[in-house]
Every structure is written in structure tokens, then in C-alpha cells.
């Protein structure tokens, strides 16, 4: 019988002994990730209703059997028996539920079935990014391209962040008209909330149109191609604004109107210049510090001419003399220098109520002065 008891006592001592060697099984093998996992006010906290990813490595713990959640007695997950020792569980907790997620752990010794540990992590429910405030700040109006103004979102009072509480989508928030914003929750808060906001007309004002050159006289209408902006977006005749021209066949200054239509209003006006059509010298006759020159006639809306002449092909001085009869086709230029060459060009002009329109200078010819 001692001998009996002695037994005994030894595999107790042995059992105890084998206990006491067991590790705590969440040292450095459990951690969580996630969008719901986040620190509130210093603690390790789990937001319901989101996304969590509990990894593990029981690389050492071969004996490890069972992973199980529960909150307020209900089972949130539960993995037995593990089919590998390294690994992770996703799950995610009911958004109407809060309190202590308890985490167990659970090995086997021999068939007899021994809790291991016990982790508790608290569960809070999430904000709703229903109950903030959304304020889309600034007057927005027409450019052309997607608009995204500066939008601030309070919940009671506190100015929550962007991309760590909430992220931001925009909707039809290119043409005039109502636009969209959707804030939806991120980390501790949830659900979205959509906010409407207006894009107004852009003011035809505030519109570039690129210089139009000078127009050269034909007899017809003449409807140049325009080059019209907003900011750096090209807009287009007959979709963003319609055109009307008056004074556009005679020489003289012509007037175009744009009016704007869908995204744009009001109007704007630019001019343009329709020039008489020029001449060219026919002949050069150089004599003695003087030089005649002869040009084609050109009698069609013309008033008469100017000459320029230069000892420089760049007529970086120069002078200018006018004729004021088209029916004179050759002027003498005198008191020249001799042995000089000299550079002549010509063009036209019409005298419309008192303003001069000139013709583009001819190409220059050239001649040396004996």
C-alpha cells in the first residue's frame, strides 16, 4: 500500500511539475490588425463593425488546439483544432455590441484538455459619420475640370481628420448644377453621409480669348478661327458659347460677341481689324544720292500709300514718307548717301472716320546709291 501511495504522490509531483513548465500562451504570438484596431485615450481598443485580423504563431506551442472569441456570450469566432501553428483569423464584431471581447486559448496534455490563457481587449461601438457635420466651404463655380473644394467635418464640435477618420468621393462635380460629396467613415467611425453642393455658371468675363491677328480685306464676311479659354481649359464654339460678328466685311474694326450657354453666362467682346490689301515695288533706279521707286497700283479700298526706307534690312531707322494718292505709282527719295545701299519697302491705308488702317508692309527690295 505505501508503496501505492508513493507512486501516486510522484506522478502528482510529476503532473504539477509539467503544469508549471506551460507558457503563457499570448507571449509574443498574438497581435491584432485592422481597420477597427486602434488606440482610444492610451488603451488598445476594438471598433464593432470593423474589419480585424488577429494573427498568431504557436510555432513553439505545438499543443495549442483552440482559438475562440466571445462577447457578452456570444461566440465571435472559433478555430479547433488548428490545422497549422502559424496563422490568422479574420473577423469582425457587430457594431450594436461593446464590452470584452475574451480571447482563450486552448492546449491538450495527453488527451486531458487544459485552459491556457485568457486575453480580454475592450469593444466599443463605432461613431456614426451620420451625426458629424459637413461643411463644403467657398463659392464654386465652372472650370472645366472635376472641382473638389475644402470640406470640414465635425463631430460634436471636434474637427475630425481626413483620411484617418473619414475619407471623401465626389459626384458630378464637373458641369454646373448640383454636385455631390460622400463622407464615409473610416477607424472608429462608420457608415457615410452624402452632402450636396452648387457649381454656378462661370462668368463669360472671365474668359481668355487669344489675340486675333490683323484681317486682310476680301469683300466677304470674314470670321476668324478665336482661341477661347477658362484657366487652361480649351471651351468650343456652339457647346460653351455662341458667336455673333458685326462690321466683319469692310476695312475698318470689326466686333465679335461670345455669349455664353451651359456652363457659362453672360457675354464678352473682342475686336479685330480688317486691313486694306497691300502693293509691292515693282523697280529700283538708283542715280546720284537719290533712288526712284515704282510700285503696283492698288485702288481697291485704298486711300494711298506709305514708303520706309533704311540702309538696314531690319529698318532699325529709318523713314517713312506717304502718298496720299493711289493714282501716284513712283516717288524719288532724295538727299541720299552716296555709295550706300538702301533698303525700300511699302504698304497701303485706308482713312476710315479718321483712323488710318494700314496694309502689311510688301517685302523690301534693295539698291546701292552712286
Same mark, same amino acid.
Given at each position: 500500500?505505501?508503496?501505492?501511495?508513493?507512486?501516486?504522490?510522484?506522478?502528482?509531483?510529476?503532473?504539477?511539475?509539467?503544469?508549471?513548465?506551460?507558457?503563457?500562451?499570448?507571449?509574443?504570438?498574438?497581435?491584432?490588425?485592422?481597420?477597427?484596431?486602434?488606440?482610444?485615450?492610451?488603451?488598445?481598443?476594438?471598433?464593432?463593425?470593423?474589419?480585424?485580423?488577429?494573427?498568431?504563431?504557436?510555432?513553439?506551442?505545438?499543443?495549442?488546439?483552440?482559438?475562440?472569441?466571445?462577447?457578452?456570450?456570444?461566440?465571435?469566432?472559433?478555430?479547433?483544432?488548428?490545422?497549422?501553428?502559424?496563422?490568422?483569423?479574420?473577423?469582425?464584431?457587430?457594431?450594436?455590441?461593446?464590452?470584452?471581447?475574451?480571447?482563450?486559448?486552448?492546449?491538450?496534455?495527453?488527451?486531458?484538455?487544459?485552459?491556457?490563457?485568457?486575453?480580454?481587449?475592450?469593444?466599443?461601438?463605432?461613431?456614426?459619420?451620420?451625426?458629424?457635420?459637413?461643411?463644403?466651404?467657398?463659392?464654386?463655380?465652372?472650370?472645366?475640370?472635376?472641382?473638389?473644394?475644402?470640406?470640414?467635418?465635425?463631430?460634436?464640435?471636434?474637427?475630425?481628420?481626413?483620411?484617418?477618420?473619414?475619407?471623401?468621393?465626389?459626384?458630378?462635380?464637373?458641369?454646373? %448644377?448640383? &454636385?455631390?460629396? +460622400?463622407?464615409? /467613415?473610416?477607424?472608429?467611425?462608420? !457608415? #457615410? =453621409?452624402? @452632402?450636396? *453642393?452648387? $457649381?454656378?455658371?462661370?462668368?463669360?468675363?472671365?474668359?481668355?480669348?487669344?489675340?486675333?491677328?490683323?484681317?486682310?480685306?476680301?469683300?466677304?464676311?470674314?470670321?476668324?478661327?478665336?482661341?477661347?479659354?477658362?484657366?487652361?481649359?480649351?471651351?468650343?464654339?456652339?457647346?460653351?458659347?455662341?458667336?455673333?460678328?458685326?462690321?466683319?466685311?469692310?476695312? %475698318?474694326? &470689326?466686333?465679335? +460677341?461670345?455669349? /455664353?450657354?451651359?456652363?457659362?453666362? !453672360? #457675354? =464678352?467682346? @473682342?475686336? *479685330?481689324? $480688317?486691313?486694306?490689301?497691300?502693293?509691292?515695288?515693282?523697280?529700283?533706279?538708283?542715280?546720284?544720292?537719290?533712288?526712284?521707286?515704282?510700285?503696283?497700283?492698288?485702288?481697291?479700298?485704298?486711300?494711298?500709300?506709305?514708303?520706309?526706307?533704311?540702309?538696314?534690312?531690319?529698318?532699325?531707322?529709318?523713314?517713312?514718307?506717304?502718298?496720299?494718292?493711289?493714282?501716284?505709282?513712283?516717288? +524719288?527719295?532724295?538727299?541720299?548717301?552716296?555709295?550706300?545701299?538702301?533698303?525700300?519697302?511699302?504698304?497701303?491705308?485706308?482713312?476710315?472716320?479718321?483712323?488710318?488702317?494700314?496694309?502689311?508692309?510688301?517685302?523690301?527690295?534693295?539698291?546701292?546709291?552712286?
Amino acid at each position: 500500500m505505501k508503496k501505492i501511495l508513493k507512486y501516486v504522490c510522484i506522478l502528482c509531483f510529476a503532473s504539477l511539475l509539467y503544469l508549471s513548465t506551460i507558457p503563457n500562451a499570448f507571449a509574443d504570438v498574438i497581435s491584432f490588425s485592422g481597420s477597427g484596431y486602434m488606440s482610444k485615450n492610451g488603451e488598445k481598443v476594438i471598433i464593432a463593425g470593423k474589419s480585424i485580423t488577429l494573427s498568431y504563431d504557436y510555432s513553439n506551442y505545438k499543443y495549442i488546439r483552440k482559438i475562440s472569441g466571445t462577447i457578452n456570450g456570444e461566440t465571435v469566432f472559433s478555430e479547433s483544432p488548428l490545422s497549422k501553428t502559424i496563422g490568422s483569423i479574420t473577423f469582425e464584431i457587430d457594431e450594436n455590441q461593446s464590452g470584452n471581447l475574451s480571447i482563450r486559448v486552448e492546449y491538450t496534455n495527453k488527451n486531458l484538455t487544459r485552459l491556457g490563457a485568457t486575453y480580454n481587449i475592450t469593444v466599443i461601438p463605432p461613431q456614426k459619420i451620420s451625426d458629424t457635420e459637413v461643411i463644403i466651404e467657398g463659392n464654386i463655380s465652372y472650370t472645366g475640370k472635376s472641382l473638389t473644394p475644402p470640406v470640414t467635418v465635425k463631430h460634436d464640435g471636434k474637427e475630425l481628420e481626413k483620411g484617418h477618420d473619414y475619407t471623401l468621393t465626389f459626384a458630378n462635380n464637373i458641369n454646373a %448644377g448640383t &454636385a455631390r460629396v +460622400t463622407v464615409t /467613415g473610416i477607424n472608429e467611425y462608420s !457608415g #457615410s =453621409k452624402q @452632402v450636396s *453642393f452648387n $457649381i454656378s455658371k462661370a462668368k463669360m468675363s472671365s474668359v481668355s480669348i487669344a489675340a486675333i491677328k490683323n484681317q486682310t480685306y476680301t469683300g466677304k464676311a470674314i470670321k476668324p478661327t478665336l482661341s477661347v479659354k477658362l484657366g487652361t481649359v480649351k471651351l468650343t464654339n456652339g457647346i460653351d458659347y455662341t458667336v455673333k460678328y458685326t462690321s466683319n466685311t469692310k476695312i %475698318g474694326k &470689326a466686333t465679335i +460677341t461670345l455669349t /455664353g450657354k451651359e456652363n457659362l453666362t !453672360g #457675354s =464678352k467682346k @473682342v475686336t *479685330f481689324k $480688317i486691313i486694306p490689301k497691300g502693293t509691292t515695288i515693282s523697280k529700283l533706279t538708283a542715280a546720284t544720292k537719290k533712288i526712284t521707286a515704282k510700285w503696283r497700283k492698288q485702288a481697291v479700298q485704298t486711300t494711298g500709300y506709305q514708303i520706309q526706307f533704311s540702309t538696314t534690312k531690319t529698318f532699325k531707322t529709318y523713314k517713312t514718307l506717304t502718298i496720299s494718292k493711289v493714282s501716284i505709282l513712283s516717288k +524719288t527719295l532724295n538727299n541720299l548717301s552716296a555709295n550706300k545701299t538702301y533698303y525700300i519697302r511699302i504698304r497701303t491705308y485706308k482713312t476710315v472716320s479718321g483712323t488710318k488702317y494700314y496694309s502689311n508692309w510688301s517685302a523690301y527690295k534693295s539698291v546701292k546709291v552712286k
